[in-house]
C-alpha cells in the first residue's frame, strides 16, 4: 500500500509556488496578498491562521492578518471587506470560520468579490465550478484532488464515491472528480447502504466526521482512499477511515493527521496567486 504523504507533497507544491511567485515578481513587480481576518481568540482558530501566515511568507507571499474581538459588530466586518475588495494589494481575502453568531456567514461570503474569494465559498464560484467554468476551488477538495492525481494521473472512466455532501468538500470534490470524467456519487449519512456504495469504488473521499466509519471491508481491493476526517476521540485523533483495517485492502491512503491538512493551506497559497494572474 501507498502511505500519502500530505506534508511532502505540499511541501513539493510551496516549492513550486515560492518558484512562480519570484517570476511573478520578476514581471510584474509586485507580488500576490493574501489578507485574513480573524474574529474572537478561538484557539484552533488562532493556530490555523497562524500557520497560513508562516507558509504565505514561506513562498513570498505579501501576508496580513486583520484581528477583531469576539464582539466585534457584523458592519465593523462587511466595511472591512469592501474596503479590501478596492485594495489593489490584496489578491485573496479570507475571513476565518466559525464567525461568532451575531455574524452571518453568507451575507460575509457573499461580500467578498468572487475574484478575491481564496476560499471558493462565494455562490459566483461555486456555480462556475459546478458549470466547469473557471473559478476558485475550495482548498481542501483541491488539495485532495492533487493527492489523487500524485496517485493515478488517468481518472477517467473510475468510479468515485463521495461520504458526506458538504458545500466545504462533498459537493466541490464531486465537480472536480466529474470535470475527470469520472463517474460520481455523492453519499452522506441517510444513505441507504452505504458499504455497497464504497465498494463499487475506486476513489473514495471520507469526509462526514463519524471516526473511523468507513471499514476495511467496505474497500475495494486497489481502490484509493482519502481520509478528510479530524476526530477526537479516546484513542487520539482519527479519521473517517479505519485506517489500520483499510491499509490492508486499499492500493493508497492519506494519513491522519498529516494527509490532507498539509494539502489545504498549500492550496490556498495556490488559490491567491491564482487570483493575482487572473486579475492581471
Excluded at 461568532?100 to 461570503?109: E, F, S
Excluded at 492533487?146 to 488517468?154: F, H, S, T
Aim: aromatic share 2%.
Amino acid at each position: 500500500m501507498i502511505l500519502i504523504d500530505g506534508k511532502k507533497i505540499a511541501a513539493e507544491l510551496r516549492e513550486e509556488l515560492k518558484q512562480e511567485v519570484l517570476e511573478l515578481k520578476a514581471k510584474h513587480n509586485k507580488v500576490p496578498g493574501l489578507t485574513v481576518i480573524l474574529i474572537g481568540d478561538m484557539a484552533p482558530s488562532q493556530i490555523y491562521v497562524r500557520n497560513k501566515e508562516k507558509s504565505a511568507n514561506e513562498v513570498g507571499l505579501k501576508s496580513e492578518i486583520i484581528k477583531y474581538p469576539e464582539t466585534v459588530e457584523e458592519k465593523t466586518i462587511l466595511d472591512k471587506i469592501e474596503e479590501l475588495n478596492k485594495d489593489d494589494t490584496v489578491s485573496g481575502i479570507l475571513v476565518q470560520l466559525p464567525l461568532p453568531k451575531h455574524i452571518d456567514k453568507q451575507k460575509v461570503i457573499e461580500t467578498i468579490v468572487p475574484s478575491k474569494d481564496v476560499d471558493g465559498f462565494h455562490p459566483m464560484n461555486v456555480g462556475n465550478l459546478s458549470a466547469g467554468y473557471e473559478s476558485s476551488v475550495p482548498c481542501t477538495p483541491l488539495g485532495c484532488y492533487l493527492l489523487i492525481k500524485k496517485i493515478e494521473p488517468n481518472l477517467s472512466g473510475k468510479k468515485a464515491v463521495m461520504v458526506g455532501r458538504s458545500n466545504l468538500n462533498g459537493k466541490p470534490m464531486a465537480q472536480l472528480l466529474l470535470k475527470e470524467n469520472c463517474t460520481v456519487t455523492i453519499t452522506h449519512s441517510r444513505t441507504k447502504d452505504l458499504k455497497a456504495e464504497c465498494l463499487e469504488a475506486d476513489i473514495i473521499v471520507a469526509a462526514v466526521g463519524i471516526p473511523e466509519l468507513v471499514k476495511g471491508d467496505w474497500v475495494k481491493k486497489d481502490a484509493i482512499v482519502i481520509d478528510v476526517g479530524i476526530n477526537k476521540t479516546d484513542k487520539g485523533i482519527v479519521g473517517d477511515v479505519a485506517f489500520d483495517e483499510v491499509s490492508k485492502v486499499a492500493k493508497a491512503l492519506t494519513p491522519v493527521p498529516g494527509g490532507v491538512g498539509p494539502m489545504t493551506i498549500a492550496c490556498l497559497l495556490k488559490n491567491t496567486i491564482e487570483c493575482f494572474k487572473r486579475s492581471r
